[in-house]
């Protein structure tokens, strides 16, 4: 009994509060642990592909370093516009032309999601993918919500749960997935290691 | 000018933290008024136009209070299901029977808006529904569900920002307007009122 109770340990394998937040939300209490990965080292040839090479290459990193039964969740995010995988903006110009290009049109959220129980060593993974349908901030908007800061931090330099809200008209799919972690993705994934989410419940 | 920062002053009138913590996240800090309306006593021919009316009898009860020049929001959220209009559950067993009858099919979460500006008495409302498609889990997971207490608390006894995000797959529209306020929309009825979102930043 003590296995049991030692596997519903949550490792979330991300620095990202967005994703911390989530979890929390659906009643979920992870420790975290950021992975040292060199996300620049890794490539793919989709923005799909990448997004789940980077999932797996954290939570297999974390999962390494830990002695005890755990469950491990890494994720990673990118936007594609155009068939190219758009991470954080570098500076202030490029969120301002991110923004003036991508307005009025859609673009696909994918995230990466890797599940390691490292009690037996399985893993589950997928990529979940939302579109999401831009709004039409005006000029002064844009350079407003630049001016904030924000999307400087964020991969594709927007938020749905931050200031941009209100310029992003609508999606089809998950919310969570645009965040920065899928929970009806993470169910299932965790269900294929015979995981039921309620149970992890704090 | 002091007619122009006095009308930036934001009043949400309702009590739902849900709500609150939206407007929050995107950089907005409204006061909180609860209006005295007797939800009971307002009926309408379809759930969209209940959401409607309820959302502008509370903005202009709020309104009435208020002796300054503020902008009031009120909203008000039903799902949909069927043709039926779908409110809190009464109890556990109904929450329990909601949710097996739910699973696996889709609603509309339809909210009403309002905002008055009292300044000049000018109002623009309208209503944003947004498709949610649950998902399927099992008996022992609405269990644990019901018995949390969340789903009592809540319309259409669901949450796509607490324990039962992991049990809706996804939706089509916005996600703000299933937790209870559409910020796309409030961007827009605001534009009708000639004041940018972007203004009221905290």
Redesign the interface.
């Known amino acids: 009994m003590s296995a049991m109770t030692d596997r519903r340990t949550l490792v979330l394998a991300s620095a990202s509060p967005a994703r911390l937040g989530?979890l929390r939300?659906?009643?979920l209490d992870p420790r975290v642990i950021v992975s040292g990965v060199d996300e620049d080292a890794l490539t793919a040839t989709t923005p799909a592909e990448l997004a789940l090479v980077l999932a797996e290459a954290k939570a297999t990193a974390v999962a390494a370093e830990l002695a005890d039964a755990e469950l491990v969740i890494g994720c990673d995010s990118v936007l594609e516009l155009d068939g190219r995988a758009l991470g954080k903006p570098a500076d202030a110009a490029e969120a301002l032309e991110r923004w003036r290009s991508m307005r009025g049109r859609s673009g696909v959220l994918r995230t990466g999601h890797c599940v390691i129980d490292t009690a037996n060593g399985r893993r589950a993974s997928a990529t979940a993918s939302?579109t999401v349908h831009f709004?039409t901030p005006?000029d002064?908007?844009v350079a407003?919500?630049v001016a904030?800061g924000e999307p400087l931090q964020v991969a594709g330099a927007f938020t749905?749960?931050?200031?941009s809200?209100?310029?992003?008209?609508?999606?089809?799919?998950?919310?969570?997935n645009v965040i920065g972690l899928s929970?009806?993705l993470?169910?299932r994934l965790l269900g294929e290691l015979d995981v039921?989410?309620?149970d992890l419940?704090a």
Chains 1, 2 share one sequence.
């Not at 749905?160 to 200031?163: N, V």
């Open positions: 989530l939300q659906a009643g939302t709004g005006d002064a908007e407003s919500y904030s749905l749960d931050g200031r809200a209100p310029f992003v008209d609508g999606i089809e799919g998950d919310h969570g929970l009806p993470l169910r039921r989410i309620t419940w």
